[in-house]
């Protein structure tokens, strides 16, 4: 290389680093999104670091929830974690008790921004919030669970409305059958919609001390329980082909099977609406989660995950990290957020800002309504330590049961047998760390 | 005549192998003590604590069924994928020396498999296998609810050792080959003028004479499918239908990497590596016999 090329290329080098060692705070921002997802972060990347010249955030996709977790863990361990991390609402256990993290309404009193977690919507707090009621990280993507329909179908099998009750529900997939639907509804059989989101919405016990709530003392509870009915329910539609399993499909994918018009309903997050609008082959109806006939109704919970931010960076980056996180939270970031991805808006002022916009989906807007019902101690999810085991445990279980191998209440009571080993175990590994850390 | 070259001194040996015992102690014995010294306590996720708990983990994961499950799903998908591959590989080996024109040919062709990654195979095999749209799910329109891997634990371990097997073939194929073909070809010559077709040679002449071959691949393959095989069932099953194709190396990176627990995935780890040690112990063993025998 000549010398001039070399002049060229040093002066090109220094004009690139030079504003970014100027610049008073970068730091890195891991999140665990892809495709439609990421876009809309970096979009709200770009929104921040235009708008706040002084603070850059380098916003990093890390693959799938376990992958950033998993990542997260390994980084810290190196020194070289981020300072704003996205982990999903299982993982809140293990970082509520890490001791690596610095609390999120620690960090917005320290740095001057007045936050007031009322403003949360309820069902959104109380599924972050630790004993005492504070909120350790910041509500990012949250959705909830409704039934969606497919009108023309419904129509056709004689279903004037979505129901509302599991028994209605069991009454139209027969009727869909009958009438000659090969797929009357869709279904993954994950644990967080079986388990978690259906439980929830009944009022009914996953585990004691208020879903883990209050603590590490928490053991499973759900397997002879309303859980216990509907997964009795659950094995009988598998049995008759009422509810396919979504790898019977010809799309292999929940959403996409009831969004190509395979499937004549599903149960699934508000977010599956953004894919049933933009395939626009359905003409599609939301309606919120069933419950049993006779049981009252209560607030359904969220899942989905919160920002947390970790220790250990320069004590400069805290101010920008807590602008950011701010900015996240002003309701015109959430209103984007929410209309591009279908994940709910997460305060009470962002909600109103979108119901009077036209971006409110109806999935948006009968999940909400249906997150407002009363609360009791059980409808705020849980947390729970090895969380992702023990859904590895009851999707094993469960699986074992639908082909037949054991029955369902057996799978049922295995599953909490051995999520209760876990838990003992999760309890032993954190007894010497204070229970509600930090 | 000098047989064997020899360094002199002390440092020069040392130095030529330094780089490789650097990364053997960076990648290999570190990463043992580490996992032998998580397998002691139990360890938080982020490490800011840890207890000692002596053998308690172990005693732990020995209790626990899943691990007998566990092991007996690897013996199993280990007995199979052997079996099949160094069957498969023996059987196209023999083909291909039956016809040397021809058989140069597909000697090349049939390495090529081996340039593809184990997960990239499990995901082309796994939509192949899909029941609704796959090469497998075709038999459904002929028989309604044959094909399902997703509930029926044995074709999915069908599914998963044809994945294995597929990836050991070519490997196992060019060792089988060579040794083919190290055969002098007085032997084979004399066996057909007494009038012994292919298949009698085969029987009775060749796989005798590669024995020492077949029990090195078969070992290879052994040690390979029970550390070596997670990625195909990462990408094909993730360890279901209810735990069917839960292989132990399986198992122990779902629980160390998707479940942080830590010290559980170290024990199982420690123990796996025992088991690795002890089936190379055999061979060695079995090595040592025969090189005696055959001195």
């Not at chain 1, 992702?388 to 094993?396: D, G, P, T």
């Not at chain 2, 990625?231 to 360890?239: E, F, K, L, P």
Request: net charge neutral.
């Amino acid at each position: 290389m000549s010398l001039r090329a070399a002049t060229v290329c040093l002066a090109w080098l220094l004009s690139v680093t030079a504003p970014a060692m100027a610049r008073a705070a970068d730091f890195e921002f891991w999140y665990a999104h892809g495709g439609l997802y990421a876009q809309a972060i970096d979009e709200l990347c770009a929104g921040f670091n235009q708008g706040y010249p002084q603070d850059h955030v380098h916003c990093l996709p890390q693959g799938t929830y376990e992958q950033t977790m998993r990542k997260a863990v390994a980084a810290y361990r190196a020194g070289q974690q981020p300072a704003v991390v996205e982990i999903y609402d299982i993982g809140t256990a293990d970082m509520l008790h890490s001791d690596a993290i610095y609390p999120v309404d620690a960090l917005m009193h320290d740095t001057g921004h007045a936050t007031d977690d009322a403003d949360y919507l309820e069902g959104i707090r109380r599924f972050y919030a630790t004993v005492d009621g504070r909120l350790l990280s910041q509500p990012f993507g949250a959705s909830t669970l409704v039934l969606y329909g497919n009108r023309k179908k419904l129509a056709a099998a004689g279903i004037r409305e979505l129901p509302q009750t599991w028994e209605a529900f069991g009454q139209a997939l027969q009727a869909l059958k009958a009438h000659g639907e090969s797929c009357p509804a869709v279904a993954d059989y994950t644990p967080w919609k079986m388990l978690d989101q259906v439980s929830a919405v009944q009022g009914a016990p996953i585990a004691s001390a208020h879903n883990g709530h209050d603590g590490l003392a928490a053991r499973y509870a759900f397997a002879d329980g309303i859980h216990r009915r509907y997964m009795r329910d659950v094995a009988r539609w598998h049995a008759q082909g009422l509810l396919l399993p979504a790898i019977l499909t010809h799309a292999n994918d929940q959403s996409l099977a009831f969004a190509d018009g395979e499937c004549a309903m599903a149960i699934d997050a508000t977010g599956a609406y953004a894919i049933v609008t933009k395939a626009g082959i359905v003409d599609a109806q939301v309606g919120p989660l069933p419950v049993y006939a006779g049981t009252t109704r209560y607030g359904n919970t969220i899942g989905g995950s919160s920002l947390w931010v970790l220790k250990g960076k320069p004590a400069a980056a805290y101010p920008a990290v807590a602008r950011f996180l701010a900015y996240l939270r002003q309701p015109q970031q959430q209103v984007f957020f929410s209309a591009r991805t279908g994940y709910l808006p997460l305060t009470h002022d962002a909600e109103q800002q979108l119901a009077r916009s036209p971006a409110e989906s109806d999935a948006i807007r009968v999940g909400l309504a249906s997150m407002a019902g009363p609360g009791n101690p059980y409808n705020a999810g849980v947390r729970l330590g090895f969380m992702a085991l023990f859904r590895v445990i009851w999707q094993e279980e469960v699986q074992r049961a639908l082909a037949g191998r054991e029955s369902m209440d057996d799978a049922l009571q295995h599953a909490q047998a051995r999520g209760n080993l876990l838990l003992e175990r999760f309890q032993a590994t954190y007894a010497d760390s204070r229970e509600d850390a930090p | 005549m000098k047989t064997s070259a020899r360094f002199h001194g002390r440092w020069t040996p040392l130095a030529l192998g330094l780089p490789q015992l650097l990364l053997i102690a960076l990648f290999f014995y570190w990463p043992t003590l580490k996992g032998l010294w998580w397998s002691l306590h139990l360890v938080c996720p982020f490490g800011h604590c840890s207890r000692f708990v002596g053998m308690g983990n172990y005693v732990r994961e020995l209790k626990d069924a899943s691990l007998y499950a566990s092991l007996l799903t690897t013996a199993m998908f280990s007995l199979c994928g052997v079996g099949l591959s160094v069957g498969v590989a023996l059987l196209l080996a023999w083909m291909v020396e039956l016809h040397h024109r021809s058989g140069k040919l597909f000697r090349y062709l049939l390495i090529w498999p081996y340039a593809v990654a184990g997960s990239v195979l499990g995901v082309i095999l796994r939509v192949a296998a899909s029941p609704s749209i796959g090469l497998m799910g075709y038999l459904n329109t002929l028989w309604p609810g044959f094909w399902q891997p997703h509930l029926n634990g044995t074709q999915a371990m069908a599914m998963v050792v044809f994945a294995f097997a597929w990836t050991q073939i070519p490997f196992d194929f060019i060792v089988l080959v060579a040794a083919l073909r190290s055969i002098p070809t007085d032997y084979v010559a004399a066996a057909a003028i007494d009038g012994a077709g292919p298949l009698r040679r085969f029987i009775d002449i060749q796989i005798p004479m590669i024995r020492p071959q077949l029990f090195f691949v078969a070992t290879i393959n052994l040690i390979d499918s029970i550390t070596n095989s997670f990625a195909i069932v990462d990408t094909m099953t993730q360890g279901g239908p209810g735990g069917a194709t839960d292989i132990l190396a399986y198992k122990i990176y779902r629980d160390g990497f998707i479940g942080l627990d830590l010290s559980g995935s170290s024990a199982l780890s420690i123990l796996l590596m025992l088991l690795v040690l002890a089936a190379s112990a055999v061979q060695f063993a079995v090595f040592e016999r025969q090189a005696k025998r055959e001195a």
